[in-house]
């Protein structure tokens, strides 16, 4: 039982609160130099009064979109109506997107041509990850050695169990002793994890390269592969918590340890990964897409290119381009996991 589960919850919700506001806050920041709200511009632009203004209103927005989305999930949650908490998230989700493609078409008139030049390096493709296979078939054991243990200890996993714990930490979520009750969570996470993994290959393998990122062309998508396979394990470690919950009950704070470890990682590689590219992006600002082929400065539609992953150009990372043959195949697979999720969630509602 923790002291004072109100004040405790509190501040980590302020915690989460100020940590997504940063997010939202740095994001038009992370991108290359030449870049700005998915518009390519001279590199010195971003200094320039007209985009200090844009990027001061796009934080008013998203700030305002952040507050809101928060207080609908505190309704949701305080209230026990959950369909504010769905609408918050929702909105957390849109809202500040919206403010980026607002930025997005005020930065239009400041767009500079795009080079035509194509570059390639001769240099080979980094598309095999440390460990190989071994690492990325960890997760995957992990999970099955959680699930192994369930079925030898079936007997004694109780026939009703709880699973969710409100902030008094009273048990308000319950499962059965079921084959969906014990190993679906463990299922979920091996779908999720199989799901990262095909995302991580196919970025190693089919993403634009570009020169402009250090090392080799497929430096920066070598170096989200990697990522994404940490994320892998962070998301283990949770289902695999979960798959136990049957043996360990309410797991305290178990759970906001694991993400806090988590976050401080990310940090940690985030800021390296920036100091690895920084230098190489000032020589080379753009990424050599067409401003033409960003739709409201989020989504990448280009039938002429072969790549099916692209440098994002607000934030960090990779999108897919919506013109590949392969792009809706992702699609569908990023909205099936988690619907399957939900189903689970709502098929052992007791």
């Not at 997010?23 to 700005?36: A, D, Q």
């Not at 309704?75 to 909105?91: E, K, S």
């Not at 940690?268 to 020589?283: E, K, N, P, V």
Request: aromatic share 12%.
């Amino acid at each position: 039982m923790i002291a004072y589960p109100h004040i405790f919850f509190g501040g980590i919700m302020l915690s989460v609160v100020a940590l997504v506001a940063w997010l939202f806050w740095m994001l038009p920041l992370w991108s290359r130099p030449g870049i700005f709200f998915a518009v390519t511009v001279v590199p010195d632009f971003r200094k320039s009064a007209e985009a200090q203004r844009l990027l001061r209103n796009y934080r008013i927005q998203t700030l305002l979109h952040v507050a809101i989305s928060f207080a609908l999930i505190l309704a949701g949650a305080a209230l026990q109506y959950f369909v504010f908490a769905i609408v918050g998230m929702l909105w957390l989700t849109v809202g500040p997107l919206v403010a980026i493609s607002h930025a997005h078409k005020q930065a239009l008139p400041h767009a500079v041509a795009v080079s035509t030049i194509r570059e390639a390096s001769l240099s080979p493709r980094a598309t095999q990850l440390p460990g190989g296979w071994s690492l990325e078939l960890g997760p995957f054991v992990i999970l099955l050695v959680i699930a192994i243990y369930l079925h030898l200890h079936w007997s004694a996993i109780p026939e009703r169990f709880p699973v969710h714990w409100g902030i008094d930490g009273r048990p308000n979520g319950w499962s059965a002793r079921t084959p969906v009750g014990v190993y679906g969570p463990l299922v979920f996470g091996a779908a999720l994890v199989a799901g990262l993994s095909m995302l991580a290959y196919g970025i190693s393998h089919m993403a634009r390269p570009n020169t402009a990122t250090g090392g080799t062309a497929a430096d920066f998508a070598h170096r989200m592969a990697i990522f994404l396979v940490g994320v892998e394990f962070f998301l283990v470690a949770i289902f695999s918590m979960v798959g136990l919950l049957p043996f360990t009950g309410n797991p305290g704070v178990v759970p906001i340890v694991i993400l806090t470890a988590a976050i401080l990682v990310s940090a940690i590689f985030l800021r390296g990964w920036l100091s690895h590219t920084r230098d190489a992006l000032r020589q080379n600002p753009g990424d050599g897409t067409p401003d033409a082929c960003w739709k409201y400065g989020l989504f990448y539609f280009n039938p002429d290119d072969s790549a099916l992953f692209v440098e994002k150009r607000v934030g960090i990372g990779y999108t897919i381009n919506f013109a590949h043959a392969s792009a809706w195949i992702v699609i569908a697979l990023t909205l099936l996991v988690p619907l399957g999720g939900i189903f689970l969630a709502l098929s052992q509602q007791r």
